[in-house]
């Protein structure tokens, strides 16, 4: 799937395969579950922030929002969006 990260056309096309999406979802929602209504039903707000391209992307999953920084590449975002993905672990109230 594709989506947007700035008014100005930037996309970010992601792989299909699960192995990505699972960890993206379970990043942006707090959730390793399927809404009840289906992912149909899951809207994400992305949201473009001042931070400079050292900084990562934040999920704030209560309101399934998404701080992304404006990076200058495709290859920065992605690197630095897998990077969240890969270390989101950590804070829980389990």
């Keep these: 799937f594709a989506w947007g990260c700035s008014p100005g056309g ?23 579950r399927i809404p009840i209504y289906g992912m149909s ?6 949201q473009s922030t001042p931070s400079g391209e050292q900084y990562l992307p934040v999920a704030h999953t209560c309101y399934n929002l998404l701080d992304l920084p404006k990076y200058s590449s495709k290859e920065i975002l992605s690197a630095r969006l897998v990077q969240a993905i890969d270390h989101y672990e950590g804070f829980s109230l389990a």
């Design 10 to 32: 930037r996309s970010l096309t992601c792989p299909t395969c699960p192995a990505f999406l699972v960890p993206l979802a379970v990043f942006l929602t707090g959730s390793d």
């Design 41 to 46: 039903s899951l809207r994400i707000i992305i």
